[in-house]
Nanobody, 115 residues
């Protein structure tokens, strides 16, 4: 079955960096686009960005453009989110998402940015 497991979250000071990973199994990772979402307390889940399959084109929410970078390693069936210049408003639970059928989600990883 499809499994998505996020890791790499934590507490970081404003201006710092973190790299999140999304390890996947149960499907042919290289065939699919993947996305990162986040959900802050009291807010709706929002799309952070997406990476396509084969070629790995990316697009990002305006709020993270220029600070966050999504990449993938098809040999490791893993997607990454490099987050630089973090701000307190980036505090959220970050989820990876596979849009197949009704969609698949990981359990998320908490990112907390202190001011």
């Amino acid at each position: 079955q499809v499994q998505l497991v996020e890791s790499g979250g934590g507490l970081v000071q404003s201006g710092g960096s973190l790299r999140l990973s999304c390890a996947t199994s149960g499907f042919t990772f290289s065939d699919y686009a993947m996305s990162w979402y986040r959900q802050a307390p009291g807010k709706e889940r929002e799309l952070v960005g997406t990476i396509t399959s084969a070629g790995g084109k990316t697009n990002y929410a305006e709020s993270v453009k220029g600070r966050f970078t999504i990449s993938r390693d098809d040999a490791k069936n893993t997607m990454y989110l490099q987050m630089n210049s973090l701000k307190p408003e980036d505090t959220a639970v970050y989820y990876c998402h596979l849009r197949v059928g009704f969609g698949f989600w990981g359990r998320g990883t908490q990112v907390t940015v202190s001011s």
